[in-house]
């Protein structure tokens, strides 16, 4: 298919609501951590922190990022199947967020989940007529066996498992990976649902296939007049599906507007960091400067301060949020690269980074050489071996270590860049209310 047609396909004009299908507003889903004898709730993991966004009728909204960004977990908040902490998930102008599962259940056939993984997500004892059919029946949209196997052959039929009476009787084991994606695509569908969360449902499939099955779900999204908000972490199955995506960062959204200005003029360093991982097939270019983001995704039980890239992004820069950690990392990683004799004096400076205390505001040194450490941390400011120096304010020698001090940086807020949606200090230092 190409570009031009695909386009064409996920854009339905006729017939659309007014206003969003789905308003998202200061949505987080937090999870508690439980420890101690006692299972005492001393933390939470905020796997999302916060995120607003719309998805208009008719359209696909993608979401991506790296896995542990929390895509899964806002697209099942999103369907009430994780409970959110707060936020509203305002859907057709009736907030989702407060109502209770009994007020859900009526809803419960207009919104509907494609899963990743098509072997865990069908009962291998249920026949596809069971395991397809089975939500007419809970609903109440079919009645008697004959109905509901009649409506299950005729969805098979549309996702493309022919002649669908040939499927009604088997079990999915014996079927290929890419038939059981339809089957799970099938089931998702068969209550006629106007949303429809698909998390990864090509991922688990070979290349092969899963052109096809992307082709598909375009088909029945003109067909049936669906809404999807599409989660993965491929930015090219993005760009071919998609009319808007948001880019998702540890429970964050930092970038979201229309696809092909994402593609064509990121404004984020994360989004340009995952545009320059996808790899191109123009030998050309094979040694083009990635600016690929450091280390791995921190855990978002313990977030970064400032900016939650900032300790990643090769454009961070003073009002970040540089803290304590930062510093001890960047000690880390230096020792990395340097000669065994550096890596020893350095080291019998700070005294061993196990000494020191770090907390936001940043980090005291309590063993090691005092008038070393503080002649050594005054160079790397004087020098700008690092952008965290920008941020110090303060290297206070003290009887019994060195104190670091560093300036506010506060977490960005989304604003208005290039007719999309940022939350980046790049752009302007905007402070997020919490």
Known sequence: MSEHTAAETRRPDDGREQGPLLDVVDLHTHFPVRSGLLSRTSEVVRAVDGVSFDVQPGEVFGL????????????????????PTSGSIVYRGRDLAPLREQQMRPLRRELALVFQDPNASLNPAMTVAQGVGHPLLIHGLVEGRTAMREQVAAMLERVGLTPGERFLDIYPQDLSGGQKQRLVIARALITNPRFVVADEPVAALDMSVRARVLELMLELQKDLGLTYLFITHDLATARFLCDRIGILYLGNLVEWGDADALFDDPQHPYTQALLNAVPLPDPGRRDRDKDLPVGEMPDAQSPPTGCRFHPRCPAAFEPCGWSGEDLIQFFERRWTQLDTDTVHSELDAT???????????????RAGNTTALAK????FRDQRVHPLFDAVTGIERQSDGVAVTFGPGPEPALQQVAGRRVACHLHGVVPRER
Request: charged share 25%; hydrophobic share 35%; glycine share 18%.
């Open 376 to 379: 050594l941390l005054e160079q």
């Open 351 to 365: 005294g061993g980074l196990h000494t020191a205390d770090t907390d936001a505001t940043g980090v005291r040194f």
């Open 64 to 83: 991506v990022g790296e896995s542990g960004s929390g895509k899964t977990t806002l697209g099942r908040t999103l369907l009430k199947l994780v409970e």
